[in-house]
């Protein structure tokens, strides 16, 4: 099945079973100050389960564009060392608002999986929550017996409150969480060792694809829980890694979700995509930083066509952040030294057409503003890495600390970055802090955090005192305005600060 098919699945199954079809929540929360990004399916129910608006139906299915780059999840250095989380990825959900609870979800589930989508259920295993003495909470006996219909016993795993507990804030809708697993080893190494103990275990080929909560409580205030009036149902499945194990990949970039623009990528580069390297390995870097770019575009680009422009604060900042993300690592390791991510927007654009809509509408201002983004930074990205190299060029060596009362500490060799000089690529080469720490890190550096923080703050308060106000980097237009490029500002520092007027 393509991934369109899967997808399109999904949705036809829980139509079938009475749900109706949502559609996905833009990527970008302008009125949550909890929440910058959407980062899973509840998010936009979220008034529903506390209970502030009702809806026409019980019963909803959709699937939803996804951020895990800030705040409780963030996924950012994951992305393309493993194979299977990325920034922006689409979750796949059914919902029941006080309508089905456990028993229909879990047949459901298995179901799905089992008879349609097909999968091999012995490499299946699912969770229920252990309970919690400790916090008062109970053992979901419930859902293990429900499970218990379907799944071998040996196949269903206790888990704990961190993987299967779920909890909306300190207040509010909570509940047990059921989740599933695929085990995608090879026979061999499945006969040598137990899938089950590898299950949350960050296994690379034993990856958790679906997870089922059950809310069923409300924490109040002074901590204690209340049975809800109405239960819910929130589900959220990984649509890359669902893709992945229906086409039998060993990562999710092997996937038609991916493929089109690594091969895209891969030949404009002209270099040789390796999925199977491993790290350290010759092409390491390259595949590495082939799987960032074709992550990347995604995060951006649904960002910006939701509304988001990169600036250099906030949300903006965030968008900003993997932008340059994407840019270092295409300069410095496919060796494009002119703009090339924007290229990709036209393609994803086109991949995503009839599902997402808003990015094909809006493609070419997409890939506007991207084209300006590496403009901007390619401007300042060769000295910068020239600079970050002489910072790093000087190797600590382990030094002995002779305590007051004499004693003596030998501290091992550890090279940092310090925080000025941390500071210095920030402020003059437009460096975001997470890149210096990422190529200190493939240096075997770190930086000092806190002496950036510190360096930064003295500025802030340097430029306060100069000007009263703060502008953003973008004018942000509406829909039907058109834009032209009109030149760089100069006056910045940083020289990655493009106008746009309207015309
Ligand atoms: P993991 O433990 O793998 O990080 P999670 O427990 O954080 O996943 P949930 O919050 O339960 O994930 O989200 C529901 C589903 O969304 C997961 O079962 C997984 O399939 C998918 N998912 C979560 N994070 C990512 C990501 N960064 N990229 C792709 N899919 C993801
Ligand atoms: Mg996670
Ligand atoms: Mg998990
Ligand atoms: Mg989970």
């Known amino acids: 099945m393509t991934a369109n098919e899967i997808r399109k699945a999904f949705l036809d199954f829980f139509a079938s079973k009475g749900h109706t079809i949502v559609p996905s929540a833009p990527i970008v929360i302008k009125n949550d100050p909890t929440l910058m990004f959407t980062n899973a399916g509840m998010n936009q129910f979220k008034a529903i389960f506390l209970g502030e608006e009702t809806l026409k139906f019980t019963r909803a299915v959709d699937t939803q564009r996804c951020l895990r780059v800030s705040g409780k999840h963030n996924d950012l250095e994951e992305v393309?060392?493993?194979?299977?989380?990325?920034?922006?990825?689409?979750?796949?959900?059914?919902?029941?608002?006080?309508?089905y609870f456990k028993k229909e979800a879990i047949a459901w589930s298995w179901e799905l999986l089992t008879e349609v989508y097909k999968i091999d259920k012995s490499r299946l295993y699912v969770t229920y929550f252990e309970g919690?003495?400790?916090e008062g909470l109970e053992k979901d006996t419930e859902t293990y017996n429900f499970w218990k219909e379907f799944v071998a016993e040996a196949n269903i795993l206790p888990g704990n409150k961190k993987d299967n507990f779920w909890e909306m804030g300190e207040t509010g809708p909570c509940g047990p969480s059921s989740e599933i697993h695929y085990d995608n080893r090879p026979d061999s190494e499945r006969a040598l060792v137990d899938g089950a103990t590898l299950v949350n275990g960050d296994h690379d080929q034993v990856i958790e694809i679906w997870n089922n909560v059950f809310m069923q409580f409300n924490r109040l205030k002074d901590g204690s829980l209340q049975l809800l009036p109405a239960k819910h149902v929130d589900t959220g499945m990984g649509f890359e890694r669902l893709v992945r194990v229906m086409q039998g990949k060993t990562s999710n970039y092997d996937t038609d979700v991916f493929q089109p623009m690594i091969s895209f990528i891969a030949e404009r580069s002209g270099k040789k995509y390796n999925s199977a390297v491993k790290p350290g390995r010759e092409g390491w870097n390259e595949a590495v930083a082939m799987r960032v770019l074709a992550d990347h575009i995604r995060a951006i680009s649904f960002a910006i066509a939701d509304g988001q422009l990169p600036s250099n604060n906030k949300a903006g900042y965030v968008i900003?952040?993997?932008?340059?993300?994407?840019?270092?690592?295409?300069?410095?390791?496919?060796?494009?030294?002119?703009?090339?991510?924007?290229?990709?927007?036209?393609?994803?654009?086109e991949q995503f057409k009839r599902v997402f809509d808003n990015?094909?509408?809006?493609?070419?201002?997409?890939?506007k503003v991207v084209l300006e983004e590496e403009i901007s930074f390619l401007r300042t990205l060769l000295s910068g890495i020239n600079r970050f190299n002489q910072m790093t060029s000087v190797f600590a060596t382990?030094?002995?600390?002779?305590?007051?009362?004499?004693?003596?500490?030998?501290?091992?060799?550890?090279?940092?970055?310090?925080?000025?000089?941390?500071?210095?690529?920030?402020?003059?080469?437009?460096?975001?802090?997470?890149?210096?720490?990422?190529?200190?890190?493939?240096?075997?550096?770190?930086?000092?955090?806190?002496?950036?923080?510190?360096?930064?703050?003295?500025?802030?308060?340097?430029?306060?005192?100069?000007?009263?106000?703060?502008?953003?980097?973008?004018?942000?237009?509406?829909?039907?305005?058109?834009?032209?490029?009109?030149?760089?500002?100069?006056?910045?520092?940083?020289?990655?600060?493009?106008?746009?007027?309207k015309v």
């Not at 060392?81 to 919902?95: A, C, K, P, Q």
């Not at 994407?326 to 994803?348: C, G, H, I, M, T």
């Open 359 to 367: 990015l094909y509408d809006q493609k070419d201002f997409v890939q």
């Open 132 to 134: 919690d003495e400790k």
């Open 398 to 501: 382990a030094q002995t600390v002779v305590n007051g009362d004499g004693t003596q500490i030998h501290t091992p060799y550890k090279n940092v970055v310090s925080g000025k000089n941390a500071f210095e690529l920030s402020d003059t080469y437009g460096f975001p802090l997470d890149l210096t720490e990422l190529m200190a890190r493939e240096k075997g550096w770190q930086v000092d955090v806190k002496g950036f923080n510190e360096a930064l703050q003295q500025q802030k308060t340097r430029s306060r005192a100069a000007t009263a106000i703060d502008t953003g980097d973008w004018v942000v237009l509406k829909d039907d305005d058109t834009v032209e490029f009109t030149g760089y500002d100069e006056t910045e520092s940083i020289a990655h600060i493009v106008k746009y007027r």
């Open 80 to 99: 393309g060392i493993d194979t299977y989380h990325h920034t922006m990825f689409e979750m796949l959900g059914n919902w029941s608002f006080g309508d």
């Open 320 to 349: 900003r952040r993997i932008l340059r993300r994407a840019v270092r690592y295409s300069y410095q390791y496919l060796e494009f030294k002119e703009p090339f991510l924007n290229q990709l927007v036209p393609l994803l654009a």
